[in-house]
Structure formats: structure tokens, C-alpha cells
């Protein structure tokens, strides 16, 4: 039996008419739980990243859907709401993936039974993300057990952003392997890149220091020299898209580490649930819309003052210019493999049509087995 998320940052009420999501934009300080019943609430949360990372983004945007039928299921409603929900955040797929799948299984029943299948398939979004999530883990731990067998000491991974159970229904991407083989006993510590502007390395952190996981915050500059010196065995990544041909975008300075990662020698893994794969994207750096947020985020910073309050301080002198983009694209040639459900693939075109073949048949094996 699979064991339990670490953490479950999205818990849907059993009448599945609201949401429970821990607000992160207080994490890692304060730990404190939201209730979602709207559409323009869920739109809200994934704006201001209360909720954030890829797949936790689709399966809000899911039930933000299903809050918006509850009041209005004809056709110009769901279109209207899917467009509000989708414009919310433009990077990660996950969020259009997750809204094309509610629409596309919605539009051709009648409205009056539009609800109830949103709530069902809502629910399905997430158990398939958990499980996803989780058999990411089984095959990153088979990847670290090779690579403790080769050193005999513990292992050193290093992760940037947080992809962990934060940033999905359950489990994480990224965190995935490592939250396994801590269960399977393999040592290793975390390097943790602390992300700047948001410092999502602080929610990893939290996540790892709950778990009781070893780990180091690093500043995001750290991961070069750590490398160079030979203190990191791997690195592992979440994405908020991937291209057909394996070019992965992920929060910005993930290209960084994969250029240090590339002259190190370093093993560099992209930890990906399927619906992270845009198949329509033929070359990543012009394709994909890279957010530009609010430049505040690099101007000030969020942090607890010495007496416990939580304060923003400004880092910089009032009226300097700053810059933010949230993402960055790493091409596939710098990566070593992407890790998906259905196990490890080269990050090329062929090496992902062959898990594209592999998802088809998977599906119709689910199908076959469960026929709708
Ligand atoms: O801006 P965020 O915090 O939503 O960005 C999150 C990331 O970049 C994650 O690494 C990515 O979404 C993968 S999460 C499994």
C-alpha cells in the first residue's frame, strides 16, 4: 500500500464543495489553512500564489471550475470561467492541461450534469497527480540507489525552487525520490538553492526539516562552487513546461545550475509528471511565456524580525529599477534525463516519443480495465 504525502497542501471537502489550501505565501513562518468556495477565490489564490507550483495550480483551476458550475453551467459560463482560471498564471501548463481536460470531458453533457461530473473529475485530477507524484518517487529512488552503490557514502542532491509535496496534491516532483529514499534508508543530504526573489527554497526547507530530512540552505550563488568542488552527486528539478524535444522551463535560475551541473559532470534530472509535457512547443525559448512578476518580489523581502513578527523589508534604495522574470528555460541538452511517471526518458524528441507511446498505452490499458 502506498503510504501517506508528507504533506497535502489541497484537501477537498467530502461534499466537494470547497477547498482547503495552506496559504504559502506564509510559509515557511506560519502554517495556515484557507477555505476556497469560489471561482474568483481559487482565481485569487493561484494569482497571489497562495497556491503555487505546476500541478497545484491545475488542480485548483479545477475546482475553481467546479465552484463556478455550481452557480452557472451553460456553455458561455464554463468557457467564460475556464478563461478567467487560465488567465491566472501563464507559465506553467499545468493549469491550461488541467482546464482543457475539465472542459473537454464537460462541454458535451447537458448543464444540469455539469456539477456533479466536475466534482468527479476535479477528484480524479488529483488522486491521478498524487500517484503520478508518487511513481516519480519510485523511479528517482531507483536512480539514487544506483548512484549511492557507485559512491558507498551518503549522497549529496541538490534542488532548486521548491517541487515538492507544496507545489503538487501530493508528494512533490522533485522531493518525490528523496522523501522515498529516506523511506528506503538511503543516506543523503540536500543542498537547498534558496530561489530568490521568493526564497521558495524556504518552503523546501520547511518541508525537509518536517520530514526529518538533512539539508543545507544555500544562497542561490552557492551551487556552482559546491559543484566545482565535488560536493554535489546530483541535481533534481521540478518544471512548469516541457517541450517536445526536452527543453525545460522552470523557475528562474534552474539554467544556471544546469550550465554549472554540465561542466561538473553532474547529473541533472527534470522531475516531470506527464501533464507537465506541452507537446505543442517546438522550440522552448520562443514558445513558452516566461511570467514577469511584480518587481517588488526582488526589491523587498519577507522575513520574521528577531521579536517573531513577519515583516517586509525593501533590500535596495527606493526608485532603483529592477527586473523579474520568474522563469528560465534550460535547454535538453543540458539535461541528463527527464523522470516521469513512467520512468526515466532522454530529454529528446525521440526519447519523449517513446513516453509519449508509452502514456497511450497506459491509457488504454486504463480504459480496457475501466471502461468510462
Ligand atoms: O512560481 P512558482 O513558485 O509557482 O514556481 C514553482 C516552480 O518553478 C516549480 O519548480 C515547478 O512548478 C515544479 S513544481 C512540482
Redesign the pocket.
Known amino acids: 500500500m502506498r503510504p501517506v504525502s508528507p504533506v497535502r497542501p489541497l484537501i477537498p471537502s467530502p461534499d466537494g464543495l470547497s477547498i482547503e489550501v495552506i496559504d504559502q505565501t506564509l510559509l515557511p513562518h506560519q502554517s495556515h489553512v484557507v477555505k476556497l468556495s469560489t471561482r474568483d477565490e481559487v482565481a485569487h489564490a493561484i494569482h497571489s500564489?497562495i497556491v503555487?507550483?505546476?500541478?497545484?495550480?491545475g488542480a485548483s483551476a479545477a475546482w475553481g471550475l467546479v465552484f463556478a458550475l455550481r452557480d452557472h453551467a451553460s456553455n458561455q459560463a464554463l468557457e467564460e470561467s475556464c478563461a478567467i482560471l487560465n488567465a491566472t498564471?501563464p507559465t506553467?501548463i499545468n493549469l491550461a492541461w488541467a482546464l482543457k481536460r475539465m472542459r473537454d470531458h464537460l462541454l458535451p453533457l447537458p448543464p444540469s450534469d455539469r456539477f456533479e461530473a466536475a466534482q468527479r473529475e476535479a477528484r480524479a485530477i488529483c488522486e491521478e497527480d498524487e500517484s503520478q507524484n508518487y511513481a516519480i518517487g519510485q523511479h528517482g529512488l531507483a536512480i539514487l540507489q544506483a548512484l549511492y552503490k557507485q559512491k558507498q557514502r551518503p549522497l549529496r542532491v541538490l534542488t532548486?525552487?521548491?517541487?515538492?509535496a507544496l507545489?503538487?496534491v501530493g508528494w512533490?516532483?522533485?522531493l518525490a525520490p528523496l522523501y522515498l529514499a529516506q523511506l528506503a534508508g538511503v543516506p543523503f543530504k540536500v543542498w537547498v538553492d534558496e530561489t530568490r526573489p521568493?526564497n521558495?527554497g524556504a518552503l523546501t526547507a520547511w518541508e525537509l526539516h518536517r520530514a526529518g530530512i538533512q539539508h543545507t540552505y544555500i544562497a542561490d550563488n552557492a551551487g556552482g562552487h559546491l559543484m566545482q568542488h565535488g560536493l554535489v552527486d546530483c541535481v533534481i528539478?521540478?518544471?512548469?513546461r516541457v517541450s517536445a524535444q526536452g527543453d525545460v522551463c522552470?523557475?528562474i535560475g534552474?539554467y544556471l545550475k544546469a550550465l554549472a551541473a554540465k561542466e561538473a559532470g553532474i547529473p541533472f534530472y527534470a522531475?516531470v509528471p506527464s501533464p507537465?509535457l506541452d507537446w505543442t512547443i517546438q522550440d522552448a525559448l520562443k514558445e513558452i511565456p516566461i511570467?514577469e512578476r511584480n518587481a517588488d518580489e526582488v526589491t523587498w523581502v519577507q522575513g520574521l524580525t528577531k521579536e517573531g513578527k513577519l515583516e517586509s523589508v525593501r533590500v535596495t534604495p527606493v526608485g532603483v529599477e529592477s527586473g523579474n522574470a520568474?522563469?528560465d528555460v534550460t535547454p535538453a541538452r543540458l539535461i541528463t534525463g527527464i523522470l516521469t511517471e513512467q520512468g526515466l526518458f532522454a530529454a529528446t524528441l525521440s526519447g519523449l516519443q517513446s513516453l509519449q507511446q508509452q502514456l497511450t498505452l497506459s491509457q488504454e490499458s486504463t480504459e480496457k480495465h475501466h471502461p468510462v
Do not use: S, W, Y
Not at 160 to 164: D, L, R, Y
Not at 237 to 240: E, F, K, P, S
Open positions: 500564489m503555487r507550483g505546476a500541478p497545484l495550480i498564471r506553467a532548486h525552487c521548491n517541487a515538492g507545489a503538487t512533490g516532483t522533485a521568493r521558495q528539478v521540478g518544471a512548469d522552470n523557475k534552474t522531475a507537465t511570467e520568474a522563469f
